[in-house]
């Protein structure tokens, strides 16, 4: 599937998922659950790194399956939780997000959002300016390709 239905989508399942920053608590119980793997409330409670009651840990998660970025199953009486998707999936799709709305607002923005992107690539990684123009002649033979 390409980039570009992925970010139309959301997911690569076309279930609706959370757009947006994700709260810091938020943030911390997804760590548990990439790094963990399934976890119940009371494993996601044990792991981080602070002190919390089980209910606040238990609206967390439920409030991030209700956002489409958990699924869970009954076992027993409780609830098991699983990420939807990997840290890298979910950092891609941010990005996607993040430059997909720079793309569709004014002409202004689109320059401001590559503008920004090409100084901070040439401070931080220089050589990266020219694996960026490979891809970019890539990606124009792969769309002439494709139209004619």
């Not at 790094?35 to 609206?59: F, H, I, K, P, W």
């Not at 991030?64 to 799709?93: H, I, M, N």
Request: glycine residues 8%; positive net charge; charged residues 30%.
């Amino acid at each position: 599937m390409g980039m570009l239905r992925f970010l139309k989508d959301g997911s690569p399942d076309n279930r609706s998922a959370h757009r947006g920053p994700l709260g810091r608590l938020e943030n911390e119980v997804m760590e548990v659950l990439w790094s963990r793997g399934d976890s119940r409330v009371q494993d996601v409670v044990e792991t981080l790194n602070r002190r919390l009651a089980y209910t606040t840990v238990m609206t967390t998660l439920d409030r991030l399956f209700k956002k489409g970025l958990l699924g869970r199953r009954k076992e027993d009486r409780a609830f098991v939780y699983s990420p939807r998707f990997t840290q890298p999936e979910w950092q891609r799709r941010r990005a996607g997000e993040l430059v997909a709305g720079f793309l569709a607002g004014p002409q202004p923005s689109r320059d401001l959002l590559l503008s920004c992107f090409l100084e901070a690539v040439g401070e931080q990684d220089a050589p990266l300016l020219e694996e960026l123009a490979q891809k970019i002649r890539a990606k124009r033979k792969e769309l002439s390709r494709a139209g004619g």
